[in-house]
């Protein structure tokens, strides 16, 4: 009897977009799922939040551009994702870029230019984080690399990389290269990690304590390198080596000077001097050079605090906060149930994620309605009596579309009657008009107007009993001359009226 079903589709959200550029244009927010491969570039409009997520494998070759405020994000932090591997010509970040791979699988970025402007981060369990940029790799914003598992290996050009602005290592890698700029490099969770001084060096680094790393300063020292070390604490020592100097060489050919008001220590080892600007407070006695190459610095009475180039960056904390987990989740479908005759009509709007013609995910709506098929009464008669009238009234029924529940073509049952009377019998009669009596004969009829249909009736004077009676008024002077007339028939007498100036004469005729 419910026989269902009807399915109605309508796509509600489609997404026709020109396509003018000639790389993954990220033009509106979208996050593609699933492993991916982009050939051609990518480039993310401000304000706009761009992504990757649930891959096991995302690929980008060619030119990234991201736009200032706008966000691309390839993997979640926390969630495991796969291996990320992204050759770049050119990098260019003014606003948000994070890579976040959460097992044991590689990051590899790599290219030839890397400018951050904005916010740049990585954070990874993986066993391999390669960053690699081989002509430019400058920092002007936020860096930081996190990963849990201390493989990172990180290289700029000969040239050396710039860092004016902050750059995190959190488990640091075990090497870093040849930084210029008035930036900072704070350490997070090292143990040995070595920096070669034989290339220019001039950067801050600010270790983030409790565990010290152990810098291994490497390869003979420039002159001319500023190399700023701060984060000394009150209840760590701090040491670091340095490794350029004859094997097996005797300890008492290790010296150091350190100036109480510039904060410099310099460090002489046979054939070359270390220069270190550790900051003032120290007490040199706690200074100690008893293993070859080493120097041990120890604790401060009063912490040093964080330089003003060395400001925390906010999306570097470690309990999680990592600003990728505001993907658009797919919406659940819903579903309407609304009342319909015997049964009832059931809505169930469900979602999905397609790619639409500007090469991005869009989600799409589908509804689809369930709706049972419905019963037309057959036609009935009843007939009933009013004012001596029989009346028959016949009831029908038909389909006429409707809109409910956004649909625009649901039949809904529409109701026709009409009423058929049963006439009564034709009947004479007589009348009496200005004295005189006409018989004839009355009968009904159905008619209608615009409204409505009713019966009418009508009567027909019998012609046969027609007379003319001609009542004349005298007229004293001979032939009248009617200036008007006027003429009326009132139920079946006709009655004409001529004027004259003078007097009026009345004509009546008897049908
Ligand atoms: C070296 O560092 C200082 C202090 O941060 C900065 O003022 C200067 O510009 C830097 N020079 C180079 C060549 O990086
Ligand atoms: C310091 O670095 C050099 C060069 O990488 C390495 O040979 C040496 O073993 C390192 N020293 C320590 C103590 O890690
Ligand atoms: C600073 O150094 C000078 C010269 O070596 C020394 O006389 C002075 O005691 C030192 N001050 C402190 C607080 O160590
Ligand atoms: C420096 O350290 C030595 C040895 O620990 C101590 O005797 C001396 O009082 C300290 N000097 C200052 C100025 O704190
Ligand atoms: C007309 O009326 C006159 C007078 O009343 C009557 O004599 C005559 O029969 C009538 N003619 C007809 C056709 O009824
Ligand atoms: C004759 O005319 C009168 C007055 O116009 C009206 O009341 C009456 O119903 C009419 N008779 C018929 C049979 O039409």
């Known amino acids: 009897m419910f026989d269902y079903m009807l399915i109605h589709r309508k796509l509600l959200l489609l997404l026709f977009i020109v396509q003018l550029g000639i790389c993954l244009n990220f033009d509106r927010s979208a996050i593609f799922s699933g492993s991916q491969t982009v050939d051609d570039g990518i480039t993310v409009a401000s304000g706009v939040e761009a992504g990757f997520e649930a891959f096991e494998l995302v690929t980008i070759n060619g030119d990234i551009s991201i736009a200032d405020s706008g966000q691309l994000c390839v993997g979640q932090y926390g969630v495991s994702g796969n291996s990320i591997d992204i050759t770049s010509g050119t990098l260019i970040n003014n606003g948000n870029m994070f890579l976040s791979d959460w097992t044991d699988n590689t990051v590899s970025l790599t290219g030839e230019n890397f400018y951050n402007y904005g916010t740049f981060g990585i954070s990874s369990s993986a066993t391999h984080i390669t960053f690699l940029f081989s002509t ?20 700029g050009p000969e040239s050396g990389a710039i860092n004016n602005g902050v750059i995190t290592f959190d488990l640091c890698p075990p090497q870093i290269p040849s930084f210029l700029g008035s930036g900072c490099i704070r350490l997070k969770y090292a143990d040995y990690m ?21 810098l291994n300063f490497t390869g003979s020292p420039l002159p001319n390198n500023n190399i700023v070390l701060r984060g000394f604490e009150t209840d760590y020592p701090w040491q670091f080596i340095t490794d350029y100097y004859p094997e097996a060489t005797d300890v008492e050919l290790f010296s150091y000077t350190y100036n109480n008001i ?26 100690d050079l008893g293993t070859p190459g080493m120097i041990l610095v120890g604790p401060l009475t009063v912490k040093q605090e964080a330089p003003t180039n060395c400001p925390a960056n906010p999306y570097d904390n ?7 987990d505001d993907f658009f989740p797919i919406p659940s479908a819903t579903t309407k149930i609304a009342p319909y005759y015997q049964d009832s009509i059931t809505e169930i709007i469900s979602y999905y994620s397609t790619i639409a013609s500007d090469r991005l995910p869009t989600t799409v709506a589908i509804t689809t309605y369930y709706i049972p098929s419905i019963n037309v009464p057959p036609v009935y008669t009843t007939t ?13 029924y038909y389909t006429a579309p409707g809109t409910y529940m956004g649909l625009t073509n649901l039949p809904f049952i529409r109701t026709t009657s009409s009423k058929l009377t049963v006439f009564p019998s034709p009947y004479a009669t007589t009348l009496t008009t200005d004295s005189m009596t006409v018989s004839g004969v ?5 008619s ?17 009993t027609k007379n003319v009676t001609t009542t004349v008024t005298e007229y004293p002077m001979g032939t009248i001359y009617p200036t008007s007339w006027f003429s009326k028939l009132i139920n079946g007498t006709s009655t004409t009226t001529y004027s004259t100036s003078i007097e009026t004469y009345v004509v009546k005729t008897h049908s």
């Open 194 to 214: 070595s920096i070669d001084v034989s290339s220019p060096f001039n950067q801050t680094l600010n270790v983030i304590n409790p565990f010290t790393p152990k």
């Open 448 to 464: 209608s107007d615009i409204s409505k249909s009713f019966t009418a009736s009508t009567t027909s004077f019998f012609t046969e």
């Open 442 to 446: 009355v009968s009904f009829y159905i």
């Open 318 to 324: 470690t309990n999680g906060i990592f600003p990728c």
């Open 384 to 396: 009933f009596r009013y004012a001596a009238t029989t009346f028959t009234e016949v009831i029908s």
């Open 262 to 287: 510039t904060g410099i220590l310099n460090y002489m080892a046979p054939g070359s001097t270390y220069t270190f600007d550790i900051g003032t407070g120290f007490n040199e006695s706690t200074i």
């Open 136 to 155: 430019n790799l400058v920092n002007d914003g936020n860096m930081f690399i996190w990963n849990n598992d201390a493989h990172t290996e990180f290289e």
